[in-house]
């Protein structure tokens, strides 16, 4: 029975099982630390960059970091990391994989922090003209983005891109869908979702667009290098 489970563990290509190791670790860490005064998500989230607490380092962090308030951010994240990071890191090797979910994830954050600009400009300037700086900072500093669904949304570009005729079964719907078809509508309901700002969304979505196009566009250029496996759809 322990070889079982040992024989599992070790099928998981080492990039894909260290990255669920490693959110699951932060995510177990922001609800333990802030008992000590310590708050991750507070620290290690992507702020807006005119806001004090940014730092260029958070665009990597950010995607370190899931909600603490509960389990379900951080396990549908890194169940989708293992259900098809696994099969991208097997078929482009472990540090090309890991350039792949880096990038997507460092491109959705900058996505994420342009979609703030355009959305909060016009707000910020009116605020420091009525109330000064430092009650525009104060609000700024608590908009906040965590999450590894940037990277995550690049992992799905990737498996459509590259599997595009794979069957895919989601939950409660009973008829597998082709790869190719579920990115697409994916990516159609994310652009959806973020120009609609629909009220009591906060969902980055426009940071998972984000992901998609930078995967895209790295796809495109190993393609040009002639490097990669799959085909488009």
Do not use: C
């Given at each position: 029975m322990f070889q079982n489970k040992q024989g599992f563990f070790s099928s998981i290509p080492p990039v894909t099982k260290n990255l669920i190791i490693i959110n699951f670790l932060f995510w177990l860490a922001t609800i333990v630390l802030p008992k000590a005064g310590i708050d991750l998500v507070q620290y290690l989230g992507l702020h807006y960059f005119q806001a004090k607490s940014?730092?260029?380092?958070?665009?990597?962090?950010?995607?370190?970091?899931?909600?603490p308030?509960?389990?379900?951010?951080?396990?549908?994240?890194?169940?989708?990391?293992?259900?098809?990071?696994?099969?991208?890191?097997?078929?482009?090797?472990?540090?090309?994989?890991?350039?792949y979910y880096m990038i997507t994830g460092i491109g959705a954050g900058l996505v994420q922090e342009v979609t703030w600009y355009f959305m909060l400009r016009?707000?910020?300037?009116?605020?420091?003209?009525?109330?000064?700086?430092?009650?525009t900072q104060f609000?700024?500093?608590?908009?906040?983005?965590?999450?590894?669904?940037?990277?995550?949304?690049?992992?799905?570009?990737?498996?459509?891109?590259?599997f595009p005729n794979s069957q895919i079964f989601?939950?409660?719907?009973?008829?597998?869908?082709?790869?190719?078809?579920?990115?697409?509508?994916?990516?159609?309901l994310e652009l959806f979702l973020g120009v609609g700002n629909f009220s009591g969304d906060n969902v980055a979505h426009f940071a998972h667009l984000g992901g998609m196009l930078f995967g895209f566009f790295i796809i495109k250029y190993w393609r040009?290098?002639?490097?990669?496996n799959g085909s488009y759809f």
């Open positions: 940014f730092n260029a380092i958070q665009l990597v962090t950010y995607m370190f970091m899931h909600d308030g509960s389990i379900g951010h951080v396990f549908f994240n890194m169940f989708s990391v293992f259900m098809f990071g696994r099969t991208l890191e097997m078929v482009w090797g472990s540090k090309r994989f890991l350039i016009d707000q910020i300037a009116h605020l420091t003209m009525v109330q000064g700086w430092e009650t609000l700024l500093n608590n908009i906040i983005t965590i999450g590894a669904s940037g990277a995550v949304f690049g992992i799905l570009l990737a498996f459509g891109m590259l989601l939950m409660f719907i009973p008829i597998p869908i082709k790869a190719k078809y579920f990115v697409i509508f994916y990516g159609v040009k290098k002639g490097f990669g």
